[in-house]
């Protein structure tokens, strides 16, 4: 293993799963591009939700298995481990209650998207019956949530003692339009984000979204502030340990 790099704690890559790497050799390619760039550690998130990607540990699991595997052959120098995205829902809230949430790397962080055109009011206390599970939330690309877009101290207030605030690289570059870009860097520039994570879904995207944004980062962010948000923290997770 090579010296310890950033960490990518969200992207797509157990193959054929989700709406990420189609194959074997696209989630290899993802792999081989990012570690090029000077990331050592992977956590795969494959979606897990209760319509579209509604498959269960098992499948999750098995794919996760094939992958691994091929990273061996392969000979890369990395930490591969496996999680899962949530969608905020049905299953989320049950895997939590039930204590039989998949969680980032078998730590107690679990990955959840918000719902993004409305947060409902009770959100403070369900992020807080996380904790009381034996959790902790990570917002994924909250930056997508429309209620934040117009006040991102809201967002700061939601998350305060409750979550970590996770941006996507592809937000920041700019995928998902003008509005949500904006949102996404004034996460980063206010201090409001705890990390940053590729959510790489295609080898198309090393080009087109994590160099650019990589570079941005360099140059918008003093050294120390872009290595806590690459490695620092993400590295302090993934040393967290399991739930209780």
């Known amino acids: 293993m090579s ?14 799963i989700d709406d990420g790497a189609r194959d074997i050799a696209a989630s290899l390619d993802i792999l081989k591009g990012l570690t090029d ?11 897990a939700d209760d319509h579209r990607f509604t498959y269960g540990r098992d499948r999750i699991a098995d794919g996760f298995a094939e992958l691994h595997n091929a990273v061996e052959q392969a000979g890369l120098p990395i930490v591969l481990r496996c999680g899962a995205e949530y969608t905020y829902g049905q299953r989320f809230h049950d895997d939590v209650q039930g204590r039989r949430a998949i969680t980032l790397a ?3 962080y679990i990955l959840v998207e918000l719902p993004e055109a409305f947060i409902p009011a009770t959100m403070p206390d369900n992020l807080f019956a996380v904790g009381t599970a034996g959790y902790y939330p990570v ?17 700061a ?4 003692g409750r979550a970590l605030v996770q941006v996507s690289f592809r937000s920041l570059a700019g995928t998902f339009g003008r ?22 879904h295609s080898p198309r995207e090393l080009k087109k979204v994590v160099r650019p944004v990589v570079k941005a980062l360099q140059k918008r962010l003093s050294p120390a502030e872009f290595d806590q948000l690459m490695r620092v923290y993400p590295q302090r997770m993934m040393a967290s340990g399991s739930p209780r």
Do not use: N
């Open 3 to 16: 010296s310890v790099g950033y960490h990518d704690l969200h992207l797509h890559i157990i193959p054929d």
């Open 37 to 47: 760039m000077g990331y050592t550690h992977f956590v795969a998130t494959p979606h």
């Open 106 to 108: 078998g730590t107690r």
């Open 139 to 155: 917002l994924a690309h909250p930056e997508r949530c429309t209620p934040f877009q117009g006040d991102p101290q809201r967002l």
């Open 157 to 160: 207030r939601l998350a305060a």
């Open 179 to 200: 509005t949500i870009k904006k949102t996404a860097w004034t996460l980063i520039t206010e201090g409001i984000a705890d990390l940053v994570a590729t959510d790489c």
